[in-house]
């Protein structure tokens, strides 16, 4: 470890850090994207007669240092502005980033290092980095940092803002322990307490009861794999006897999980879609690349309109006729635009463009946006590729999701990281990185691949019942790699295949490409790539080179999976409420199973509110925050939309009033 230089204190140049600037900010810009993600810090001092409380005020775009005295109920407030901040932040350490620096003021306040002089009204926050990380990549340093602060007079506001203040401390409280009366009777011991002890003790538990049915287990297995062994016996299977099972198909599907046509249970050759519409999306496309109808694969199923058909607002509209139409049509040209996109609502509009087939044949959000984009990108013409192959391996993929198996890993989940994905792309720094057309074309396809055939069970249920899929990908991220072989293994078929005019090489890329992508939902691999890019940032160089653009795959498609998150509250709860269903199914089949322990936050303990409601802020704090805060510096016009989605989200758990309604709405 470096050694550490000599504690320094530093009054930071200009104004007393307590006024305002005169300089304004640009909202979502700056310290105000990551003020977002770090809005609500608490804290007691050493002592125990002072508390410290930071927010951030979105109406004014500022952060907010309030400092309560317990003594005599006095009140210090400092505001400051983004211009102050980045003196404070300056004055820590040159060069030192937003998330560096309010990891450090989080710290500080968490350790207590802070010192308040009630006579002058200042502030000494002490600031210690004891070693080189991913975050903080500077030598180990203590600063110390002097805010001046305004004594609040008014007794009035100070008793609100206490009391609004024991608030959030309670709600906080009850989500812990589920009793505000007797968690505020234990305020002062549980502030008092170690997590980090107390997950321990909660790790050696889990260890100890999964040791203890080791043996339990094992017994299970092999007698399901002595069932299934009789099963494919009394088939007239035998050992070694490959040729008889050549002779029967229904064994090989049972015995090597062969792929077959997901349209055919239906009776259609695809699903029914408004034939008007696709040309439409397609049209502005074929007239940019001069692709005719007479000359081109992409244009063997539909003729795109002429140029001076879609020269004019007014032609289009004309074209498109029908309202149900033109609510689809201004739905899907602002998806990569606005972040004002709703997965349910595009689902049913799509439904309604054909009211007279059955709801099981109409093509849905997934299968338009798919094909929207795929020409809005211009990705596609990567690839010679046939519009009737690609009809029917967008109405397959999407006749392979399956809502009573996997309630949220559905083709609603599908359109929403699809949208998110083509938002995302479309709002990137340019100068930061620019993807080429294949790496584009390799997201959007993963993004149509994200949850297929999902049966409602993940990796880990996989892995501990040696499922025949465990077996089959090595136990190596097993649900995501499924998902990527299952829509290859469509393609094979010869009416579903995309990659028929393709030449080798280019294949294998989208292949391996596409598998990566998918794959990178992994837990595992998520935090080393969150990690390796904070590295790559480090550097103030365009992302070109074959392994950044990696991590920039990788990260956006991760962040269109946790999109969800940062959506308005009512396609919030929607999705909330899909995935508790799922994982409440999930906890009922690991009991089935004979699994002991069951997985965190699934099974009967998802009755309780409140535990769901802890399961749900984890799921938002430290899966999708920290890749909303790296995808920011690919686009930073989107920090402010994500951050503000996910706090405004997380608030619905951190008021007790909104959390139970919230609860007995999910419930």
């Given at each position: ?217 094992a017994e299970s297995q092999i007698a399901e794999c002595a ?11 035998q050992h070694a006897d490959v040729a008889q099972m050549l ?421």
């Amino acid at each position: 470890m470096p050694p550490t230089t000599p504690s320094s204190t530093i009054v930071p140049p200009s104004s007393p850090l307590g006024a305002r600037s005169q300089t304004s900010s640009l909202p979502g810009t700056g310290m105000f994207a990551y003020a977002h993600m770090f809005s609500r810090i608490y804290s007691r001092f050493a002592d125990g007669r002072f508390l410290a409380n930071v927010t951030f005020e979105e109406n004014s775009n500022e952060l907010r240092l309030e400092i309560f005295d317990g003594a005599n109920s006095g009140r210090y407030v400092g505001l400051f502005d983004e211009v102050s901040a980045e003196n404070m932040k300056n004055a820590c350490r040159t060069g030192l980033s937003w998330v560096s620096f309010f990891e450090l003021i989080s710290k500080a306040f968490g350790e207590g290092t802070l010192d308040f002089n009630v006579s002058t009204c200042q502030l000494k926050i002490t600031l210690r980095h004891e070693r080189q990380s991913d975050i903080i990549p500077h030598p180990s340093f203590t600063s110390s940092l002097v805010v001046l602060l305004n004594q609040e007079i008014d007794v009035a506001a100070h008793d609100v803002a206490l009391r609004h203040l024991c608030d959030h401390l309670l709600s906080h409280a009850a989500l812990r322990g589920g009793d505000s009366a007797k968690e505020a009777a234990r305020m002062d011991d549980i502030g008092q307490e170690s997590d980090a002890t107390v997950w321990y003790a909660e790790q050696i538990q889990t260890e100890v009861a999964v040791l203890e049915e080791q043996c339990h287990r094992a017994e299970s297995q092999i007698a399901e794999c002595a069932t299934l062994v009789q099963s494919l016996k009394g088939q007239g299977v035998q050992h070694a006897d490959v040729a008889q099972m050549l002779e029967n198909p229904e064994i090989i599907d049972k015995a090597t999980c062969r792929i077959t046509d997901p349209l055919r249970p239906l009776g259609i050759e695809c699903k029914v879609y408004d034939e008007v519409l696709l040309r439409l999306l397609k049209s502005s496309f074929c007239r940019k690349y001069r692709i005719e109808a007479s000359n081109h694969h992409l244009c063997d199923k539909h003729a795109p309109f002429s140029p001076n058909e879609i020269a004019t607002e007014e032609g289009i509209q004309s074209l498109l006729g029908t309202s149900q139409r033109r609510a689809v049509w201004e739905a899907l040209t602002n998806a990569p635009k606005s972040w004002q996109f709703c997965p349910f609502t595009l689902q049913s509009l799509c439904e309604a463009l054909v009211p007279t087939a059955k709801a099981e044949h109409k093509a849905g959000g997934l299968f338009y946006l798919a094909y929207f984009l795929l020409f809005h990108t211009a990705s596609i013409s990567q690839l010679n590729v046939s519009e009737a192959a690609l009809i029917r391996f967008l109405s397959a993929i999407e006749a392979s999701y399956h809502p009573k198996l996997a309630p949220f890993h559905t083709s609603i989940h599908a359109i929403d990281i699809l949208q998110a994905v083509g938002f995302i792309l479309s709002s990137m720094d340019s100068k930061r990185c620019k993807l080429p057309p294949i790496d584009i074309l390799s997201l959007l396809v993963a993004s149509v691949l994200a949850c297929v055939n999902h049966d409602g069970k993940d990796s880990n249920y996989h892995m501990r019942t040696n499922s025949m899929l465990s077996a089959t990908f090595a136990e190596k991220a097993v649900v995501p790699s499924m998902h990527a072989a299952y829509g290859f293994a469509i393609m094979k078929l010869p009416q579903y295949n995309l990659l028929e005019y393709v030449e080798p090489g280019r294949r294998n890329l989208l292949r391996s490409l596409v598998g990566d992508i998918i794959r990178t939902t992994d837990s595992a691999q998520s935090d080393a790539l969150l990690t390796a890019f904070r590295i790559r940032m480090q550097y103030d160089a365009p992302l070109t080179d074959e392994d950044s653009r990696e991590l920039v795959r990788s990260l956006v498609y991760l962040t269109g999976k946790e999109a969800f998150c940062a959506r308005n509250k009512d396609t919030f709860r929607q999705m909330v409420a899909l995935g508790r269903e799922e994982l409440v199914a999930l906890g009922v089949a690991e009991q089935k199973a004979g699994l002991s322990p069951l997985s965190a936050f699934r099974g009967p303990v998802l009755q309780n509110p409140v535990e769901f409601a802890k399961y749900i802020l984890f799921r938002l704090n430290f899966c999708a925050m920290p890749v909303f805060t790296a995808v920011s510096e690919l686009a930073p016009s989107v920090a402010h939309v994500l951050a503000v989605g996910v706090v405004s989200n997380s608030a619905l758990y951190h008021n007790a009033e909104e959390r139970t309604a919230l609860g007995e709405a999910i419930g």
